[in-house]
């Protein structure tokens, strides 16, 4: 599994699926989400910064709200290659690691967000279960994840994952 590197947006406790992507977007086609991702957040011009492999730190409970399939996908086809939370929403999380977004837990947030600054460049090592401020050399312990989390996340997603799975089975 690939490292995860780019820059860190900070989000606070709470981000409900209609800060990551508004109600109306719910019928927009996946390319198009991009487009108004985390638009009803405190960084409502997130789709004119964000780069491929950014991250998002976040507090307690992200992705709380509805269950709406969507707000992952709108985070992925943005480029966020990870989101790192103290928390998240337990729907919010399967429908992440469903579509293979990391999402995952961490006790350091706060360590991280006053020692970071914000141009400060990330890496992301879910193997090893290590973010790191590259910036300033300084790593912090993630929650480890299940294996069957890790298995989902490396095939790419639960689909890629079973698709995988019939075929070691001769069944596809």
């Not at 991009?34 to 997130?46: A, E, M, P, Y």
């Not at 992200?62 to 992952?72: K, Y």
């Amino acid at each position: 599994m690939e490292k995860i590197k780019g820059n860190a947006f900070l989000l606070n406790e709470n981000v409900d699926t209609d800060q990551i992507l508004p109600g109306y977007a719910m019928s927009y086609p996946v390319e198009e989400l991009k487009k108004v991702t985390l638009r009803g957040s405190i960084i409502s011009d997130f789709p004119e910064r964000v780069n491929p492999g950014d991250i998002i730190l976040a507090e307690h409970n992200f992705g709380c709200g509805s269950s709406r399939e969507q707000a992952p996908v709108a985070l992925k086809s943005s480029g966020v290659g990870a989101v790192i939370a103290k928390s998240f929403a337990r729907i919010f999380r399967r429908n992440a690691i469903n579509i293979g977004l990391p999402v995952i837990t961490c006790d350091a947030i706060d360590t991280i967000k006053a020692e970071m600054n914000p141009k400060d460049e990330f890496e992301v090592d879910i193997l090893a279960g290590i973010i790191t401020n590259v910036t300033i050399q300084k790593q912090y312990p993630l929650n480890p994840l299940s294996q069957t989390t890790l298995e989902t996340l490396q095939a790419g997603g639960l689909i890629n994952k079973v698709r995988a799975k019939l075929m070691e089975r001769g069944a596809i």
